[in-house]
């Protein structure tokens, strides 16, 4: 989809559909009140005949107005409140995408970056609307033999009265459209199945990134580098599999060479049996998506290698597939990992926490400014928040302040779980330095203890995925590209101060 952006008299614009928003109350305003006194009062007879009440939610389509240039004018309700929530606002566009995805008009232009969001401004608002247009055009249907229509709207012109906006309109654009793009690959690889996105296809997929722009540093470690660093607790979650696992790396260098990256880590399996704790056979498909985190990761770096953000990026990627077979790692082995922490491994289906460890000891050696590791790491993240707030642990306040805060402002929102001490106890193992569970009591928490064993020597947050970055189950099935935004803007606001 194109975005651009035009001022000047919204009557003369000549486009297929235009679109307006309008209020509960009975008196039109802004807009729509201005339009109204140009055609006639056809709006405010639609009104009045009870077509439209303005009720979030509602729209409704005219035709050839007169006086007014637009072919069509379709109205969104804005529903009764001065101010729109996010959720309101989202919905608003979703309509305005639903409706004119297959309609008529080729293009629009949104009247709609004047409509008050609670806690929004201009940039704020207009990227969400490009955002939220993004993500309700995204389709996927590389393995249908049959391909969903393309939408014929290919053109969306924000639409301001004043020429003075224009800056943060672009700037909103440019931003929404990254960050649109980060998210769209994420969802892409989230997407694939277990059977074309193995930890090999990940790799090629990161080295093809890295291709795609100038300066990228591409690193994949394989098995055979990963023993002779002593990674032996990532190397026990691939030994099940035929499938050789990778550690991947990729580094963007956006200003001076010797400030401190921004690490991010993401956990990789691209498939999640459980391995000998196999799994119950219900919804197991689903365990394709265990890979999201390490799609999050590239959507990230896509976005803000595409920025051209002047700060210094790593992503790293621990990727195995997680299997049952005669070589597979069992119940009471012991691993010892790259740290040199022994792990007595009492659940195979606790391997998340196996890779991930090995990686975070592996970020040492880039001398991270801080280090945020992303991962569908507990099924108990979803008992605890559903599907709508990422779990946010970590060791350094400011860190997680930070990202917390980000979330709120791309409105992909995470929360707080506490990493208190006693926790700790829970991963205490008669055999060996740490057990990697903690039985069934905060299991979140004990997930992100166990990591936290790994990450003393730098800030580091964890953001458990499991419930948000994909939806499970029924039609809307499938992969959200979440945590992409809240990430983007922690690094955009790594910049802007
Ligand atoms: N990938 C799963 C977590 C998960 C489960 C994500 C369901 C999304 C939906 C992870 O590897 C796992 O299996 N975790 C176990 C940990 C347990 C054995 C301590 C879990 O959550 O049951
Ligand atoms: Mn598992
Ligand atoms: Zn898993």
Not at 11 to 32: D, Q, S
Not at 64 to 87: C, F, H, W, Y
Not at 228 to 244: D, N
Not at 430 to 455: H, M, Y
Request: with cysteine.
């Amino acid at each position: 989809m194109e975005f651009n952006v035009k001022h000047g008299a919204l009557e003369t614009i000549k486009t297929g559909c235009l679109v307006v928003g309008i209020n509960e109350a009975r008196t039109l305003t802004g807009t729509a009140a201005s339009l109204d006194g140009i055609c006639g009062g056809q709006i405010s007879a639609a009104v009045k005949r009870g077509d439209i009440t303005g009720k979030s939610g509602q729209s409704l389509m005219l035709f050839a107005l007169p006086g007014i240039s637009a072919q069509r004018v379709l109205l969104v309700g804005t529903g009764k409140n001065a101010e729109m929530s996010d959720r309101d606002f989202r919905k608003l566009a979703q309509k305005v995408v639903a409706t004119l995805k297959n309609g008529g008009a080729t293009d629009a232009v949104l009247a709609l970056t004047a409509l008050p969001v609670k806690n929004r401004d201009l940039y704020s608002r207009t990227r969400l609307l490009v955002e939220t247009v993004r993500e309700s055009l995204y389709q996927f249907d590389q393995f249908k033999s049959k391909k969903a229509d393309k939408p014929r709207l290919k053109k969306c012109t924000l639409w301001s009265a004043d020429k003075a906006d224009a800056e943060a309109l672009k700037r909103a654009i440019l931003h929404g459209q990254a960050i649109s793009d980060g998210t769209d690959l994420t969802r892409d690889l989230g997407n694939l199945p277990g059977n074309v996105c193995t930890p090999t296809y990940l790799a090629k997929e990161a080295k093809a990134l890295a291709k795609q722009f100038k300066g990228i540093e591409a690193e994949v470690l394989e098995e055979k580098d990963m023993k002779a660093l002593g990674m032996g607790s990532l190397l026990a979650v691939s030994a099940g599999s035929a499938e050789p696992a990778k550690l991947i790396r990729l580094s963007y260098q956006g200003t001076d060479a010797k400030a401190k990256p921004h690490v991010l880590v993401g956990k990789g399996i691209t498939f999640d049996t459980g391995g000998i704790s196999i799994k119950p056979g219900a919804s197991m498909d689903e365990m394709k998506y265990d890979m999201c985190g390490a799609a999050t990761v590239l959507g990230v770096f896509k976005a803000i290698v595409s920025l051209q953000l002047p700060i210094n990026l790593t992503v790293l990627i621990a990727s195995a597939e997680n299997m049952p077979s005669g070589t597979a790692a069992k119940p009471g082995d012991i691993v010892t990992s790259m740290s040199g922490q022994t792990i007595e491994i009492l659940n195979t289906d606790a391997e998340g926490r196996l890779v991930l460890c090995d990686a975070l000891t592996y970020a040492e050696r880039f001398n991270p400014a801080s280090v945020v590791d992303i991962a569908t790491l507990t099924g108990a993240c979803i008992v605890a928040l559903g599907s709508h707030t990422t779990g946010v642990m970590g060791n350094n306040d400011e860190l997680i302040e930070k990202l917390l805060d980000a979330g709120k402002q791309a409105d992909d929102r995470g929360w707080q779980l506490p990493l208190f001490d006693e926790y700790q106890e829970q991963l205490d193992s008669p055999f060996a330095d740490i057990a990697n569970i903690g039985g069934p009591k905060a299991g979140t928490i004990t997930a992100a203890c166990f990591l936290s064993r790994f990450t003393k020597a730098y800030p580091w947050a964890h953001l458990d995925i499991a419930g948000t970055a994909w939806i499970s189950g029924g039609k809307e099935k499938g992969a959200t590209g979440r945590p992409v935004p809240l990430l983007t803007q922690y690094l955009l606001n790594q910049v802007q101060g």
